[in-house]
């Protein structure tokens, strides 16, 4: 029945059968310490599949006959790279031995193909209808600003928009909408993610300047093979609490010189119900997203690929704001070309040219209450083109030197029509079609000292010019500043040096110093007449900013036993030049409290501690959770920061078995009262959220998903939401994946 079952499936979608399989099995070990690599990844090249190595050491993987390349890595070891031969029926055993690099100041989380592996996330499970913001909010330290259910902001540490990077396969993009309702997070599906990178502070600089850190996501990439082979998964799913569709694709396709991948999703929900049954408003949206991946091999040596993004948002509903989008869309392209064994020290080079273009249209034509009593549009468009050169140098079998030289364009211009009753439309330039340079320099270099100590020096030098050449916004900006000509020249320097030491077999401890600098955001040196909802003023950019900077001190400590893994990181910051928004007017109006402009407000600190836990009580439960807390002061104004995070705890039970699981997942977050009264923050009340999901496989490649979000049906909302809108009540979700699996031709 079942085998009947699964045939009718494939059979309906045009597949055919897995071919006849083998296994591979081996081991991954530490090669200074001969303890197994608990976590570990091995990848299967051809394709985006493979296992994580268990607490013994091993991993096993099952292939269709023919010949691989697998590829076994792990934070702060040396990647290495094997070729295999698999036989029907048979099992091939197989040896890595990775040599210690680095300790690397990141949390990798990958999230499609295999099992995630170098954070303790390995044992949380997401759904199908899970969201790129879904997946990074589980870390420690990352958090979401919500303004609706849609386009959450990611945040690492409290410090969010110019404070951190969010690139795209290491391409720059940067959203258009004034009021931040398109972070380019919300530019990606989950489905079409390979991996996310967060790096937390300035201590890696790799893709630009930052002092809050980074975040990069990669896409599913295309591969080859030595015999053409084929995959593709299709799942789709539906939430009752929004009444949200999903239906979701990735295809691969990998030939002897040549590789495809291609991932698509369609998400359509509704506006959704908290837990005191009352409809929220405005939180409904449509998306559609499409990404397509080219691989060519010229050489042994050399390969070129193409990838395409794009993606298209329709009425999306913002809760937290007065407007809505009507219409937001990004278009990304880049083409790349990458090199390997270009002489003995040369090892690894990647040349990239991109582009991108997103557009953005606020508008308030579904709101019957009015912002200023009269409807407006509020359209935003930035374009940004770049390249970078990316290099690995081996100096020796224990060191190593990155090389990255850069540079990027981008145009930011927003602009607001008002319709007043009975009066002739009103323009006015909200971003005064700012054109930036950008042009960057990295360097890292890292070494073994011993077999228990390791360090990393590295810095970035940008050299970032911006100017404003809209000829209405400038008139606008000169009421304030007559004597400013727009224009600005920032060099920024940021350096970084961690230590890595290994105290016993199964301890290793990590100290990290970090100095970072960041330019002013568009919207803060050239922003005009921007309404913030949160604290109800206008605000006002000023171009007389300085450079904002930090100094950054961390100790890291992992632990790791037989049964898991324990990780403690405690951190500080002190910021100069802090960015802030000052009131400098508070003249009567009907629909704002008054005017802000950003200031230089002096000193800041922010300090933490970041804990996570990995306990396995048998081989089929496990327990995953970890805590967050942070304090923050401004000096000179005598407050708090503001989007700061309260005490947070989360925490996971999961039981496995070869053909399900089910986890119940707890997160909760303690009462904040360290609130900034200036930014318009209020206190906001603690809160306990409980999960269950749960994962069945009915016949092999076919899996049925499904569970319940916030099961004793609370009523809340976090202190990152604006507006403080209630998040959805209790809902059920349920969802289909058909795996296809390797074919082979």
Known sequence: MKSTFRAIIILCLGGSLVAQTGTIKGQVLDRTSGLPLIGANVLVLDFSIGDAVGVDGYFTISLPAGSFQLETSMMGYESLVQQVSVEPDKTTELHFELMPVTLESIHFVTVQGKRPSRH??????????????????RIEGVGLISRGSYAQEPTIRGMSGGRMNITINNMKSFGACTDRMDPISSYVEADALNSIEIEKGAVSTHNGATIGGALNMTMIQPEYASTTRSSWRVKGGLDNGSNERKLAF??????????????????????????????????????MNLNIGFMKKLNDDNQVSMELISDDAYDVGYSG??????????????????????????????????????????????????FMNMHMDMPGFTRTAGFYLDLLFMLSANSSLKLKSDLYWNTSYANMVMYPVNSTPMEMVTWPDVQRWNVGQFVEYQTILNSKTNVNFSMRYDMFQSKAIDEMGINELHIYYPKNDLERMDHLLSTSAYLTYQVKSNWRSVLSLAHGNRAPTVTEAYGYYLYNPVDGYLYLGNPDLPIESSQQIELQNSLSTSKGRLNVNLYGYKFDSYIFGQVISEESLNYANGWKKYIDAGAARL??????????????????????????????????????????????????????????????????????????????????VIDLRSEVSVVEGVRVNAGVNNL???????????????????????????DQGIIGH
């Open 250 to 287: 990735v295809w691969q396709r990998s030939m002897p010189s040549s590789g495809w991948a291609a991932s698509g999703a369609y998400r359509k929900a509704d506006n959704y119900s908290a837990a005191n049954q009352e409809i929220i408003p405005f939180t409904s949206f449509e998306k």
């Open 321 to 370: 704001l007065p407007m809505d989008v009507g219409y937001a869309r990004m278009r990304m392209m880049g083409v790349s070309l990458q090199t390997s064994g270009i002489t003995q020290m040369l090892k690894r080079g990647e040349l990239k040219l991109y582009a991108n273009g997103i557009d953005h249209w606020m508008d308030d034509s579904q709101r019957d209450e009015l």
């Open 607 to 688: 300090a933490g501690v970041e804990i996570s836990l990995l306990h396995r009580f048998s081989q089929e439960i496990s327990f995953q959770g970890g805590l967050s807390h942070e304090e923050s002061y401004l000096y000179d104004l005598d407050e708090f920061l503001p989007l700061i995070p309260p005490f947070e705890m989360h925490g996971s039970i999961t039981y496995t078995k070869p053909s399900f699981w089910v986890q119940l997942n707890l997160r909760s977050a303690a009462r904040q009262d360290q609130i900034s009264r200036v930014s318009g923050e209020n206190a906001t009340p603690g809160f306990m």
């Open 712 to 738: 004793t049906n609370q009523l809340y909302h976090e202190h990152l939401d604006w507006t403080d809108v209630y998040r959805p009540g209790r809902n059920v979700f349920a969802s289909l994946t058909i």
């Open 120 to 137: 303790l996330l390995e044992h949380f499970q997401e759904t199908n209808l899970s969201t790129t913001e879904n997946l990074i909010s």
